[in-house]
């Protein structure tokens, strides 16, 4: 079992940053590619970001390129987010997650809770 918890979430106005950050513990973080989904109310999950195990494959959506990036820390066991120029869309749930392989599909095989990022326009 791999236990995830996010954390860095809040209310930030357009144009601003956030940068979350994901702790795992439990197996061998280094074990396990990470990704970032989020989800907003009435919508369906959305692949954000991932990173492979040793951090030098990175993938993201086509709708935070260029504004966000992911990276981790496997000494640290942790997994952020650099959030840079936020929009009002950008408002959703924020989930990580853990999986043996790198994928933009939401087939990771351990989760958080989530953490709320939200946008004021």
């Known amino acids: 079992q791999v236990q995830l918890v996010e954390s860095g979430g809040g209310l930030v106005q357009a144009g601003g940053s956030l940068r979350l950050s994901c702790a795992a513990s439990g197996r061998t973080f280094s074990n396990f590619a990470m990704g970032w989904f989020r989800q907003a109310p009435g919508k369906e999950r959305e692949f954000v970001a991932a990173i492979s195990r040793s951090g030098v494959m990175k993938n993201y959506g086509d709708s935070v390129k260029g504004r966000f990036t992911i990276s981790r820390d496997n000494a640290k066991n942790t997994v952020y987010l650099q959030m840079n120029s936020l929009k009002s869309e950008d408002t959703a749930t924020y989930y990580c997650?853990?999986?043996?392989?790198?994928?933009?599909?939401?087939?990771?095989?351990?989760w958080g809770q989530g953490t709320q990022v939200t946008v004021s326009s």
């Open positions: 997650a853990a999986g043996k392989v790198i994928t933009v599909r939401a087939e990771y095989d351990y």
